[in-house]
């Protein structure tokens, strides 16, 4: 049994967390690799779905299956919606509306026996695609009232509900409303492979050759977004019961 499990929709998201595990064991399943460390005295496990809802509910079902977690956390990268989230803010989801316009509220009890501050506390928005220009990121913000979207924290809301597992999603804003992102960055998000990601890169930089300079730019400040999330993520874990508490607590 895992004390906590965290799905990543890419390894760019998960590598600075990961880099805090000690002990790290690897396993394959059908839905990606799962690895387990130890962090803060808790077991935590971790897993790269891939882009979008589907491949997130599958990852979801495979980590719960294999590791019977406690809690289930949907971390990653999002999009501003909102003035107040800059850059490398963190937030977390009380609600998540999905892209068909349904709503999933978060695990109260959870949310509220944890210290979430810093963080900003709101609802987001699912979305299918990246929202890459600003001017619609402001008309999503507006329209649907959430601070951020992303693509894959519904999905994994939604299968933790089905199956009585508590679940949170935290989110570092890598874009924030006001500022436009490349528009051919949907094929990188989306390959599954190694080879999948050097032939979108490659296929990018043929039609735009100037997408180098925007291509180094994001890596930066994806690292830096990256960092930011696994401290915070560090935080939280600290925050959880360890498992020889709780055998102490329910003998």
Excluded at 17 to 35: N, P, Q, S, Y
Excluded at 44 to 53: D, E, K, M
Excluded at 131 to 140: C, H
Excluded at 170 to 191: F, I, Q, T, Y
Aim: hydrophobic letters at 45%; aromatic letters at 2%; charged letters at 20%.
């Amino acid at each position: 049994m895992t004390d906590v499990a965290v799905i990543f929709a890419l390894a760019a998201e998960q590598g600075c967390f990961e880099d805090r595990l000690t002990g790290v064991t690897t396993i394959e399943t059908a839905a990606g690799k799962v690895r387990t460390g130890t962090l803060e005295g808790r077991t935590v496990s971790t897993i790269v779905s891939g882009a979008g809802g589907t491949a997130a509910a599958s990852a979801c079902k495979a980590i719960l299956a294999a590791h019977r977690p406690k809690l289930v956390i949907s971390a990653g990268f999002c999009g501003g919606l909102q003035s107040p989230l800059k850059r490398n803010t963190i937030t977390v989801a009380d609600r998540i509306l999905s892209a068909t316009g349904a709503s999933l509220e978060l695990d109260r009890p959870t949310l509220a026996n944890l210290q979430l501050a810093p963080a900003l506390v709101g609802s987001w928005a699912t979305v299918e695609r990246i929202v890459s220009r600003a001017a619609d990121k402001r008309s999503l913000g507006e329209r649907t009232g959430a601070v951020a979207c992303e693509m894959e924290s519904f999905a994994v809301a939604e299968v933790c509900a089905a199956r009585g597992v508590p679940c949170l999603a935290v989110r570092v804003v890598s874009d924030p409303v006001d500022e436009d992102l490349p528009g051919d960055l949907n094929p990188l998000m989306h390959a599954r492979s190694t080879a999948g990601l050097v032939g979108a890169v490659l296929g990018t930089l043929w039609r735009r050759p100037s997408s180098i300079k925007d291509l180094l730019r994001l890596k930066e400040q994806a690292l830096v977004a990256a960092d930011a999330l696994a401290k915070y993520m560090a935080g939280i874990v600290n925050q959880l019961p360890r498992t020889e508490q709780l055998r102490e607590e329910n003998p």
